[in-house]
């Protein structure tokens, strides 16, 4: 298969898994404790990074835009610009990197394992479809947690420029947490929040995909791994470009 | 660690076994539903890319038997097992099971197959999150089983493969033979009417080798289970097509060797090479064989 073929099926492939996941939520047999299991890994395992990152990106925010709108005099807008940054860009697309660094690679790296020990035909002989037992609660503890874990990593991010802004350069927090309230519209949260649940997505069905996939024994799995945290980034900055475009278009182009 | 047999008298009672003994002679000759193999292959081809696995593959399994595939590795054993199960579709020919054409089922209509089979695989494949108990109990807990049920099938399974006292341990916590053990009762439970084992002794030392080998004949003469053995290991086929297992009078699964009187006819021997079958029989007429790969097998030279 060349390279062209090559992705139009994994592609398929990865659909299929995901229809066959999202069949699995509706129609039962559905995995609660598994789910609920899932979200405590990926989303609370996930909240010390997130906040980490969070804070640091919104304070260097702050940092390297205060001069430069300072010299044309706007530095009481320093808020705004960090607000609106990290709401409609940087908070989505670094929360989705980060959780694919760390939870991406470990579903790849688990149902890798699982697949050349053979416990995922073990599981299937014993009469459990893996999609549904697997997948899809990993799947659904994306979805919940992502938009989650984004927004906290905004608020946390306001904050963190709000720290480094009033402390570094002396802006007042009151005119910090003004400019930034009139700069973020109703149209960037929706947007903010719609990103991530497509990214979880993304994450979750490559992921899981190539877990499955894995073959070649230990070498494989370790393979399988790199492969999904590559192919999951890559896949989730190229979409963000146009999911911000489409975003645009559907609820209308931001006023600021 | 031989099974000095005292716990499997749990899995059949003495008087049971007698019944089933008197009962078989002639009931089950008569009896139309044995007539029917519990696995059967028609020409099935597999292939992968251009690699011919299973090249029109065909073959029964009747009730009761025992089938051991020898063969090298690479030569498409464990592939028929993966067949049998629906882990993989054929790209020709039929595979049934039971007398039923499982080859076009879908994942849902294969559930209701895949009950009625257990599987021994090759490194045991317990599920390393969950502990011997949870490992053994799946397939009751994913039917939804109330507990106290669960945890009784789950001991008296343990007892069979003389494992109770590992009940609450880790898989990483076991041995490579009490893995294979463990991998033994999660496949028993149920009592499934077939059993494959795909290289279950492979890597064990020679006395835990035997317990496994001696599990299989309790399976296949106590409780007249049909079931398909992979394996390459020339001691295995010593065991399962000389002797057999039967109650004693006090009660204890004791094993006995074939002799001059009684010859063994539940197992047989498929030898397989490159996707063919190059051999099909009993033990004593494949030690006969003039086939010079077969004697390069048995005697390893």
Redesign the interface.
Known sequence: MNVVTRAIFELQETTLMAARAARGLIRG?RYFSETIAQMDVIGVGSLTIILLTGFFTGGVLAVQTYPTLAYWGQQGQTGRLVAVSLVRELGPVLTALMVTGRVGSAIAAELGS?TV???I?????????PIRKLVAPRLLALLVSLPLLTVLADCVGIAGGAFAATSLYGLSMNEFFTSARDGISADDIIGGVIKPTVFALIIGTIACYKGLNTDGGTVGVGRATTRAVVTASIVVIISDFFLARALQYLLGMPAN | MALSTTESNQLVSSDQVSQNAAGSTFAEVDDREREIPAIEFRDVLLAFDDRIILNKLSFKVSKGETKIILGGSGGGKSTII?LV?G?LKPDAGRVLVDGEDITDYN?AQM?SV??K?G?V???G????SLSVYDNVA??LH??GRPEEEVEQEVRRMLRFVSLEDAIDKMPSELSGGMRRRVGIA?ALIGDPKIVLFDEPTAGLDPPTARTICELAMKLRDLEDVSSIFVTHEMNNLDYLCAEYAVVNEEGQVVFEREGERLCLINTKVMMMKEGHIIFSGTDERLRHAEDPYIQKFLRGR
């Open positions: 047999p699982m020990s053979q416990q035909d073990a599981m299937r002989a014993l009469g459990t479809d | 993966k199960l882990l994942e559930v895949r009950k089979i599987m695989f090759q490194e494949a317990l599920f390393d799946y397939r994913e039917q999660r």
